[in-house]
């Protein structure tokens, strides 16, 4: 009896319950659409954020770009140095949206009253002159590796190229038998814009080493073959052309940057002329580390980049502080063989 | 708190008036699709606000732009043509310009806009100042100071608006990822939207759905019960509805109307029954009356004849002297008229006693004084009107089977006495007595000879006969009692008959 009564109970209120179920499904379906919306809405279309750490000082970074992998590492590092200086460095050639030639980007640097200048690239007498007027207008700069001697830079890092020479020329003697020839032709891929004097100095470098360690034997024969340097294409151009122009290679191939040691060893490859020449590259990355441990390349210099882009900071914030700094920071070099790449490709595989 | 809340609610809703449920039942969805209307407005609103903001930093950089130039256009009409207005133009573009650069940031933050920002506003310091020597040089006709100083702004010139250009670069390439972002939020919300408006329309029609059926559902069935009822049908049955709205009201009015008309059928049949039950007892009154009559008729062929011929006899007894016969035929004649007079009425008590006095006289005649007879009577029920010819056929019974064939001396004796519910009508006699059985059959109406009116010397009228008018004259059962103490021991006859003081029966 008294379920029968609840039961019409149940029935009478069931418009009642009807609307009390409508209405918190109504309000739930609300609230869910609500919470997706501002869900969805979240990040989107909002102001791209800032990052609005106050930096205290502002350098800039130009660097020739047709050696992308070697001065990226190189503007990574010096970036790494950077932030722990709170230093912003600003690599202009990716943030303006036109092409700048470095001259032009050098004037926009300094224009921008920037406090500093790191110069990776071609020395020439226009940038000379750029970098004196920087100089004259407050603004410190630093040159990588390829020094410009004739400028009021304040500080040159990197190898010198008498070092250099030698640490190349080492590396020749270890694989020439000089027994073997009577004097070992060299090739050394240069830039087209390099001077005169920088080219010869390489030259002298190592013949001295071989005059040193091997005064019996007749010093190889160094020649340079100069390389458009404009952008990556031109590179691989000149290099290729010179592969078919050359029937008889010569003994050894020295490359005096990756760009230039990749395109070799891609056209040596795509030639089949594999054994007919030796190549000494400059850099390393995973295809000269693979190239090394084919032996398709013998061994590549490799400069230390993060020293050189911490370095180059460095000297920029003492210069700012102290108003001076070193003329030359020397950069350690290593010479990788076929072991070493070996040991560095594992570790790779193994991270 | 809360089921105290939600008790509330639901008595307030079952007593809200039909309209009141409706209005809530249409304006609910109609409600709830507005707000989603809302909904969709804010959110597409939003989002046109966002795209405004995002783009709002490349309206301001194209106008800085469009500054620059008129600050590099007037300063060359003004070093073409010198004129005063290229002049006031320069000054106006320049400080358009300088409001223009105020607005970008001037904060040494990482952001890569910002950098790029300094280093405008740096040039255009630059830019500026050497715009105003160049003019300050025309000015000065210094000719080849503001050539090279033009030169110089040229190329300064040249290199903001790649500047300006790169950062609107810049922020474009940030703002159309945004836009991509916002157009799939966008089509995310349309979809969102659409689901959740087709949602909520089928979420309304259910709803609008069950709320009419069950505001209805009450109504359809009202209908069919009506239905039922006008087909005479009253045995139906609604579910009472609480609550106090109009449905409500009309269908518990009805279920209280059927109930009525239920009850009031009822009562009308079962008065119609008790009816038909009296005039049932009124028709096998008469039938017995008639049967009463029947045998007197049977008996007496002419009892009128016999009257005259008993009061001839009496007259000429008269004449002869002969008063003994002459009161003897005088109380035949009187006894035989009570029989033919009251057959189909009812009597007094008193006209009864003296149809058994006038009986037992005769009977006395006949038997020679065998018969005592001694009667008792309480006077103040001597006028209570019972059925004639129930007395006479008892005393006659006492006589046939009681006494007649005893030896020793024959009494019979009648007493009338009350209590306060009933007045007894005893006859006693000291005859043969009765069995238990005998009792009972003639008590049951099985009676045989006892019960039984056809007897050589009755006249007519037999004790089941004298039972049944009992009952049906007092609608009661429990008329007669007889009591007999064995064999030779006499009987006595009770007629039980109810008793109220100015009522009777």
Redesign the interface.
Known sequence: MEEEKKE??A??????H???V??I??VF??VV??L??IF??G??????E???????S?YVFISDDDDEDFWNSVYEAACREADAQNI?I?KLSD????R?SNE?IF??AI????DGIIYGGTADEKIATLIDDAVNAGIGVVVLQNDIENSSRQSFIGVNNYELGQVYASQMARFIDLSEYNTPTVKVFINEQTSEGAANVISIAIEDYFTENYPNYNAPEVEFERVDSQDVFSVEEDIRTFFLDTKDLPDIILCLNSAYTQCTYQAVVDYNRVGETRIIGYFINDTILDAIDKQIIYSTISVDTDQMGSSSVLSLKEYEELGYTSSYVSVSTNVIGQDEARELLEDQDEE | MKNKLNSKLETKWNNASIRSKLLLAFLLPMVLILIMNVYVYIGVNTMITRIDEIYEMNVSLNELSEELTAVQTSMKEYLENKSSVALQDFYKADQNYRNGIDKLGRNNTHDERYIMEQNIISQSENYLKMAGETIQAKRGRNVEKYKSCFEESEILYSDLQSCIYSLNNAHFKINTDNYFKLLTTLRYMEIASLVILVFIGVFNIVILYLLTKSMTKPLIELSSAANEVATGNFEVELEPLEGEDEISVVSNAFTKMVDSIQVYIHEIRESMHRESELKEHELVMESRMKEVELRNLQAQINPHFLFNTLNAGAQLAMMEGADKTTEFIQNMADFFRYNIKKINMDATVAEEVELVDKYIYIINVRFTGEINYSKEVDETVTHIRVPSMILQPIVENAINYGVRNIDWEKHIDLRITKDEELVYLSIKDNGSGMSKEAIDKVLTGHGGEIADSQTKDSNGVGLANVIERLQIFTGRQDVMEIRSEGEGKGTEFIIKIPYMEGVHV
């Open positions: 019409k109970k029935y009478t209120n069931k418009a009642y009807i609307i009390v409508g209405v499904s109504m379906v609300a659409a609500a997706l919306f969805m809405m990040d989107f279309g909002k102001k791209a800032r990052d609005e750490s106050i930096y205290s502002h912003y600003e943030s303006l949206g036109v700048f032009d004037r926009v224009n921008s009253s920037v």
